[in-house]
T-cell receptor, first 111, second 117 residues
Framework: EDQVTQSPEALRLQEGESSSLNCSYT??????LFWYRQDPGKGPEFLFTLYSAGEEKEKERLKATLTKKESFLHITAPKPEDSATYLCAPGRLWNNRKLIWGLGTSLAVNP | EPEVTQTPSHQVTQMGQEVILRCVPISNHLYFYWYRQILGQKVEFLVSFYNNEISEKSEIFDDQFSVERPDGSNFTLKIRSTKLEDSAMYFC???????????????FGPGTRLTVL
């Protein structure tokens, strides 16, 4: 059965305090892994796609990395505006574009 | 910047009533999706739609649900007889998918909050 587990469930950081979020997955026929950011009451906002183990993507203070069984989202020197829930979603190829979602990590960055 | 739009933002209905949730995907996108998120829970896939037909649906997407692309811009989700447990945030998404082997990111709308009383 496909499973996605994100940890920690919640994380509180001081502004400037770097950390990492983890996404562990068991998904058959994995084609890509997506990271999204979700603000309360809003739709998920696309951040990154990672396709193969060893791949890294960066955007401002965020860097996503991928191994065969997990992905990390590293947050360097976060700011309060980085506060959100970060969602990991592996997907399967073939004719199936269904994304399988984790519960997310709720990040709060205090000024 | 192109975006996915959804209407209404909030829909309140009585149990047993039919509701139609509307979405306008990004104009050059070919794949369309509906997801739902019950408060505090994971985002759940409902259905994907391509070339005017359903390409995949989840076990949640039973006979009470249907999707339609009535014209060149709108994509709708209909729930025929709503239940209390249908209360959730419903998100529409779209992706390019121009090549058979590509796997493009999905862009989400702001959601419709459905409340069934």
């Amino acid at each position: 059965e496909d499973q996605v587990t994100q940890s920690p469930e919640a994380l509180r950081l001081q502004e400037g305090e770097s950390s990492s979020l983890n996404c562990s997955y068991t998904v058959s026929g994995l084609r890509g892994l997506f990271w999204y950011r979700q603000d309360p009451g809003k739709g998920p906002e696309f951040l990154f796609t990672l396709y193969s183990a060893g791949e890294e993507k960066e955007k401002e203070r965020l860097k996503a990395t991928l191994t065969k069984k997990e992905s990390f989202l590293h947050i360097t020197a976060p700011k309060p505006e980085d506060s959100a829930t970060y969602l990991c979603a592996p997907g399967r190829l073939w004719n199936n574009r269904k994304l399988i979602w984790g519960l997310g990590t709720s990040l709060a960055v205090n000024p | 910047e192109p975006e996915v739009t959804q209407t209404p933002s909030h829909q309140v209905t009585q149990m047993g009533q039919e509701v139609i949730l509307r979405c306008v995907p990004i104009s050059n996108h070919l794949y369309f999706y509906w997801y739902r998120q019950i408060l505090g829970q994971k985002v759940e896939f409902l259905v994907s739609f391509y070339n005017n037909e359903i390409s995949e649906k989840s076990e949640i997407f039973d006979d009470q649900f249907s999707v339609e692309r009535p014209d060149g811009s709108n994509f709708t989700l209909k729930i025929r007889s709503t239940k209390l447990e249908d209360s959730a945030m419903y998100f529409c998404a779209s992706s390019e998918g121009r090549l058979p082997s590509s796997y493009n990111e999905q862009f989400f709308g702001p959601g419709t909050r459905l409340t069934v009383l």
